[in-house]
């Protein structure tokens, strides 16, 4: 049922990411490229998406009047907009407000962004086996060394982060308005700072309430990565798509496709389980 799986592919895949990759290879390569290009998204955004979620949180709860009114903002603006809708209107704006690669902006020591996407430094072995960083430099024609990400990739990074960020928000602020104020009281009366009571006090207690809606977002995030096709990012949807335009294949194709999502869903599920027993464990002790 699934020999295709072991056919040449024939075609070739724009950005491969982790992977080496070319048209001779067999199916199940390029479908393993199409994974790892949505790995290489996801785990970066998921990141992002926390810090997010929770720099929002926080100035939701913030005394000063206009990071309330900034982050209650952001929050409305982002849940009510259709993430397909913002997915194209990130891509966009960098492939049409950004400078040509000739002339990219420098964001940063050794960091340039440019429609042809964003270059930074990078770690490489050298012919003595030593790692030594390689840093982006401007030439005449285009930003060399380093290495480089797609504005694809940055698109659908950023939107991902974004949406997702804006829901977290919402479940990390019900999650830190369950702790009892009087603990931050107690905290505040031994002498800790607001620093001290945010991390060590107000955070941990909140992680009760937070881990499983925290989780649903995170799945959200995983499937919602599959819209990379509108912008022609080749993550395992796009790879699928074509990969079933190639073979008629078309039910084999989804199904691995469906097996895959199923399967990093339960992951995730997993390692957030495993995550809130050992903090429930640790919260008893």
């Not at 950004?98 to 964003?118: E, R």
């Not at 104020?181 to 992680?207: F, K, Y």
Request: contains cysteine; proline residues 5%.
């Amino acid at each position: 049922m699934f020999e295709f799986l072991s056919q040449t592919a024939g075609f070739e895949i724009g950005e491969t990411g982790w992977l080496i990759y070319d048209a001779s290879q067999p199916l199940w390569r390029a479908l393993l490229v199409g994974l790892s290009n949505t790995l290489r998204v996801c785990l970066p955004a998921l990141l992002l998406a926390t810090l997010v979620g929770l720099t929002v949180a926080l100035a939701r709860r913030s005394s000063a009047a206009i990071w309330r009114h900034m982050a209650k903002g952001f929050v409305d603006l982002i849940r009510n907009v259709p993430l397909l809708l913002q997915l194209l209107v990130w891509y966009f704006l960098l492939v049409s407000w950004l400078p040509d690669s000739t002339q990219a902006l420098s964001i940063g020591p050794g960091v340039w962004l440019s429609k042809g996407g964003l270059a930074f430094p990078w770690l490489i072995p050298s012919e003595a086996g030593a790692w030594h960083w390689d840093w982006p430099v401007q030439d005449t024609f285009n930003v060399s060394g380093g290495a480089s990400v797609t504005p694809e990739y940055l698109a659908l990074s950023l939107a991902l982060s974004t949406y997702t960020g804006a829901f977290l928000s919402e479940v990390i602020r019900s999650g830190l308005e369950a702790v009892p104020a009087s603990l931050m009281e107690a905290a505040e009366t031994l002498g800790a700072t607001r620093r001290q009571q945010i991390t060590r006090v107000l955070l941990p207690q909140a992680l009760r309430t937070v881990i499983p809606g925290t989780t649903n977002q995170f799945l959200n995030l995983i499937k919602n990565s599959s819209l990379a096709v509108a912008i022609g990012y080749p993550d395992l949807v796009s790879v699928g798509n074509t990969t079933m335009n190639q073979t008629g294949k078309a039910f084999e194709c989804l199904a691995v496709m469906m097996s895959v999502y199923l399967l990093l869903s339960l992951i995730i599920s997993a390692a957030m389980n495993h995550f809130n027993r050992r903090h429930a464990i640790k919260g008893a002790q």
